[in-house]
């Protein structure tokens, strides 16, 4: 059943019986309680069309779907999957339009999760640091090592929490209550309740169900 939390976020947590692959769906909002609702009505007023085997799908654009890492990766699990890197620097190889990424994290408020992000990247793999096509925001958070240095501890790359997430979130806090976005920023200060309330249902679940939340 459906918690409080995912009620308010607007998501869904499945399981599907063939594969046994777990699936959530986000109705309208993206984020732990669906503060990132700019970002979420993005993907799809910016998604193309993708066909796959003669049957046509609608995907989000390259940036929007490294701003959703940017968003799932910094603000949410806090940890960086090889797989994460690896889709994000091959989104980043390819036509990527780094001027509607930027202007995308500016409307969302989450500018300085993208910029950790990068340059967490970069730690994980230089060469993207040296990449020519960088603009000079991304180069300079690169260079500056913004959100500190990035660990690989044998599964996942970490990073510095809670210092990261809370200076991500706190600007995203300020950007919401000055754009007037009262429902975002009512959100974020839930967050911590919220919080609390996944933590004590994992504890009650078991190591099994812990392992799905990081997918």
């Known amino acids: 059943p459906d918690t409080l939390v995912q009620r308010i976020a607007g998501k869904r947590s499945l399981l599907l019986s063939e594969s046994g692959i777990p699936l ?27 066909a796959i085997e ?19 990766r910094v603000y949410g699990h806090m940890l960086i999957r ?22 995308g994290a500016r409307d969302a408020g989450i500018l300085p999760g993208l910029r950790c992000y990068a340059s967490f ?3 994980i793999h230089p060469p993207f640091g040296a990449s020519p096509g960088l603009p000079p925001e991304i180069r300079n958070a690169v260079s500056k090592r913004a959100g ?22 706190s600007h995203k806090l300020l950007h919401d209550l000055a754009a007037g976005m009262w429902g975002c920023a009512f959100r974020l200060l839930m967050l911590p309740a919220a919080g609390a309330s996944v933590l004590l249902r994992k504890l009650r679940a078991g190591p099994v169900a812990n392992k799905l939340e990081l997918l």
């Not at 003669?54 to 799932?72: I, S, Y």
């Not at 500190?148 to 979130?169: E, K, Q």
């Open 54 to 72: 003669g049957k046509e799908f609608f995907v989000p654009r390259p940036e929007d779907q490294f701003l959703l890492q940017v968003v799932q």
């Open 121 to 123: 990247l970069a730690q």
């Open 82 to 103: 090889i797989s994460d890197a690896a889709s994000s620097l091959k989104l980043l190889g390819g036509e990527f339009d780094w001027d509607s990424a930027l202007r």
């Open 148 to 169: 500190g240095a990035v660990s690989f501890d044998g599964t996942y790359y970490r990073f510095s929490v809670p210092s990261v997430p809370l200076g991500a979130y």
């Open 24 to 50: 959530e769906i986000h109705h309208r909002r993206v984020g732990h309680l669906g503060e990132h609702d700019l970002l979420g009505a993005r993907l799809v007023g910016n998604r193309r069309a993708l």
